[in-house]
């Protein structure tokens, strides 16, 4: 990985976070939850929920598991409703200013998602993102379960940053990239624009704050 020393290397989460896609998942999410009969979810209700590993976000709705059968067509669903609506989403206010600065500025940046990767890297490339960062990693398989495995790769592939994983910041919108973030001994910020209500986000214990500007800022302030 090219480095500097300079600033922060920021880990961005993409969904929710970069890309401004939760009205797209409340319709894809009430879409699987027709298929097997749930009542829709509203926004405000999904934010107080949500939680990785998925199928724990849906016990909670549900008060039980849902069976394999009801997991694969809830899955299926919301996949098929969700990447139609993908394309359409557009990213958050001021995400492509942010990454064109900071790259310009030499500090680094990569990309880690749940999203499964032959989706992503096409839609971070249409969105003209893609040269911003140094990496980008989707799920490969099949497992639902959070980042936190998936950081220990990511930033094992980034040469250079395993060293100085003090100057390493996860900006996120979920709980679980503060899990992965701890669980590498990195920093997180939190963004209330995606997946969860302020309240959820704070039992993280980092701090949370309301645009990608000012968790930009924040970052840049763990490491100066």
């Not at 993102?129 to 959070?146: K, M, P, Q, Y």
């Not at 990195?186 to 968790?215: I, K």
Request: overall charge negative; charged content about 25%; aromatic content about 6%.
């Amino acid at each position: 990985m090219r480095t500097t020393g300079r600033g922060a290397h920021i880990v961005w989460d993409w969904n929710g976070t970069l890309l401004h896609d939760i009205h797209a998942v409340i319709e894809a999410t009430n879409a699987c939850f027709a298929e097997i009969g749930l009542e829709p979810i509203t926004l405000e209700r999904y934010r107080e929920l949500y939680c990785v590993p998925i199928p724990r976000f849906y016990e909670r709705l549900m008060g039980r598991l849902p069976s394999d059968t009801e997991w694969r067509l809830m899955d299926a669903v919301f996949h098929k409703h969700y990447w139609a609506r993908a394309e359409g989403c557009g990213l958050a206010e001021g995400a492509a200013r942010l990454l064109a600065a900071r790259r310009a500025e030499g500090r680094t940046q990569s990309l880690l998602s749940l999203a499964p990767h032959e989706h992503l890297v096409p839609l971070v490339r249409r969105y003209g993102i893609e040269e911003h960062f140094v990496r980008i990693d989707g799920r490969t398989d099949d497992s639902h379960a959070g980042k936190a495995e998936r950081m220990v790769r990511h930033l094992a592939a980034l040469e250079g940053v395993t060293a100085a994983v003090e100057r390493v910041v996860v900006i996120g919108d979920a709980v679980d990239d503060a899990v992965a973030a701890a669980h590498v001994g990195a920093r997180a910020v939190l963004y209330t624009g995606g997946s969860h209500s302020r309240a959820s986000l704070e039992t993280a214990g980092v701090p949370v704050v309301d645009s990608l500007e000012e968790a930009v800022v924040v970052a840049e302030q763990f490491v100066a």
